[in-house]
Nanobody, 123 residues
Framework: QAELEESGGGSVHTGGSLRLSCTAS????????MGWFRQIPGKEREFVAA????????YNEDSVKGRFTISRDVAKYTLYLQMNSLKPEDTAVYYC????????????????WGQGTQVTVSS
C-alpha cells in the first residue's frame, strides 16, 4: 500500500528549478527518517538526499553539489526537494522514501517508497 505520494516533477531547461513534494501519512512522518532517490535511465537507483526526524540532513554531494535542498513541513506531513541549477544529467524519476534505518544504511534501510515523479531537463 502506497503511503508516500510525490508531485512537482516536470520539464525544464538547463539552469531551471523545480520543487518536488512528498506527502506522507502521519504514521510515516512521525516514525521514520525520509529522503529522495532518483533513477536515471540506464542506471541504478541513486541516493539524493535525506532528512532525519529531528532535522539532520545528508546529501549525495557527488551528484547534488550544493544545488539541492531537502526540507520538511511537519504540520503538513510534507517533504520537499528544492532543485536549482538543474542539468540534463538530473533527468530521472525521483522517488520519495522513508525508513527507520535510512539513511544510516542506505537504500536497504528504506521501508516505504512513493511511485515516483518524472523530472526532465533539456539543453
Amino acid at each position: 500500500q502506497a503511503e508516500l505520494e510525490e508531485s512537482g516533477g516536470g520539464s525544464v531547461h538547463t539552469g531551471g528549478s523545480l520543487r518536488l513534494s512528498c506527502t506522507a501519512s502521519g504514521r510515516i512522518f512521525s516514525s521514520f527518517n525520509m529522503g529522495w532517490f532518483r533513477q536515471i535511465p540506464g542506471k541504478e537507483r541513486e541516493f539524493v538526499a535525506a532528512i532525519t526526524k529531528i532535522g539532520g540532513v545528508l546529501y549525495n554531494e557527488d551528484s547534488v553539489k550544493g544545488r539541492f535542498t531537502i526540507s520538511r513541513d511537519v504540520a503538513k506531513y510534507t517533504l520537499y526537494l528544492q532543485m536549482n541549477s538543474l542539468k540534463p544529467e538530473d533527468t530521472a524519476v525521483y522517488y520519495c522514501a522513508a525508513g527507520g534505518n535510512f539513511p544510516a544504511v542506505g537504500e536497504v534501510g528504506v521501508g516505504y517508497w512513493g511511485q515516483g515523479t518524472q523530472v526532465t531537463v533539456s539543453s
